[in-house]
């Protein structure tokens, strides 16, 4: 049985497939596209090749532009780390303190004893 994971994945990979070769076959070999617009003269030969090229370049102008922002935003927006000194400082301050003695009190009446697993016999 496919998981739904799967199958998800399954129909991504198939229409990147159909757009790649749709991409280009149309961008070496614009005149199939005769078949839904006529025969295509030598203008719009030009224009759908610029067009095929325009398009996934102004896409991934976006993308990287976009995630550009989104990193600056995030180091704009994130406070900066506490200075090494500091945390230095501090652990040496825990180290420092005394442990806090087991007095009467705060000792627990009885500690649990651990279970004995029964041993397993060997072959």
Do not use: H
Request: charge should be negative.
């Amino acid at each position: 049985m496919v998981s739904k994971d799967q199958s998800i994945g399954g129909v991504i990979l198939l229409v990147c497939a159909v757009v790649a070769v749709f991409y280009v076959v149309t961008l070496f070999y614009p005149s199939w596209l005769g078949i839904f617009m006529g025969e295509p003269n030598d203008n719009q030969i030009r224009e759908i090749r610029f067009w095929l090229i325009a398009v996934p370049v102004f896409i991934a102008f976006i993308a990287i532009m976009g995630i550009g922002a989104w990193i600056g935003w995030t180091m704009a927006t994130t406070p900066p780390p506490k200075p090494i000194e500091e945390i230095t400082a501090e652990i040496e301050e825990k180290k420092e303190e005394p442990a806090p003695e087991k007095t009467e009190e705060t000792k627990p009446a009885e500690e649990p004893q651990e279970e004995k697993k029964p041993e397993r016999r060997k072959k």
